[in-house]
């Protein structure tokens, strides 16, 4: 049962253009979301994260945007930069109180020159 | 630098081996996460620590893997009698343990392969 999905695998923009990462969520007790960025043979860093609280959250060139109702999450980078490059994972927590996380399966960006 | 460490970062051995991972979190983080990372997936979680106390074990922690936290510091996850399909990263990552909603931050990973 994959509680979290990204449906997107891949995703190729032109530097200086808008990145749009999509994620979906099935469990409506999730109440925290967070994005991570992942580089091959590193652990995943933090990027942004938003309340359930709230719909919109913004640092920087990032901004996740929560549509409750919709079960579903986006992350904008504007403009995106090759060193974005990475693969990006949606995460969620709040089903308990441990506060573990439920990943997505991640997407590719690649951010061309 | 007073990130989550963990080591070591690669580990290559033999089925039937057993082995042992050690994660340090942030100084004064309460809350402690150990999950797993197979290709093509995100991480997976495993067990989680409160201070000292394991707090919650995934049925992905299978009777060969044990974790622990002695003093609420640093942390060790063994794996006995290593199978190919143990072979992963393992990630550590922590937490203030504030709330429930709080944000994670990983450790590098041990990227462990099994022959």
């Known amino acids: 049962d994959q509680q979290v999905k990204q449906n997107s695998p891949s995703l190729s923009v032109q530097e200086g253009r808008i990145s749009i990462l999509n994620c979906d969520y099935t469990n409506s007790m999730f109440d925290y979301f967070l994005w991570y960025k992942k580089y091959p043979a590193e652990g995943p860093t933090f990027l942004i994260s938003i309340s359930s609280i709230k719909d919109k959250n913004e640092d920087g060139r990032f901004t996740v945007f929560l549509n409750k109702s919709a079960k579903h999450l986006s992350l904008h980078i504007v403009p995106s930069q090759p060193g974005d490059s990475a693969v990006y994972f949606c995460a969620a927590s709040g089903s308990g109180n441990t506060g573990k996380l439920i990943f997505g399966q991640g997407t590719t960006l690649q951010v061309k020159p | 630098d007073t990130g989550v460490s963990q080591d070591p970062r690669h580990k290559i051995t033999k089925r039937g081996q057993n082995v042992t991972f050690r994660c340090d979190p942030i100084?004064?983080?309460?809350?402690l996460y150990w999950y797993r990372q197979t290709l093509g997936q995100g991480p997976e979680f495993l067990t989680y620590?409160?201070?000292?106390?394991?707090?919650?074990k995934s049925r992905l922690l299978s009777d060969r893997f044990s974790a622990e936290r002695p003093k609420g510091s640093f942390s060790t996850l063994e794996i006995q009698r290593t199978e190919q399909g143990d072979s992963a990263m393992y990630l550590c990552?922590?937490?203030?343990?504030?709330?429930?909603?709080?944000?994670?931050?990983f450790g590098p990973g041990t990227r462990l392969l099994v022959l």
């Open positions: 100084s004064e983080h309460n809350r």
């Open positions: 990552a922590s937490s203030p343990g504030q709330g429930a909603a709080e944000t994670q931050y």
């Open positions: 620590f409160q201070n000292e106390a394991q707090l919650e």
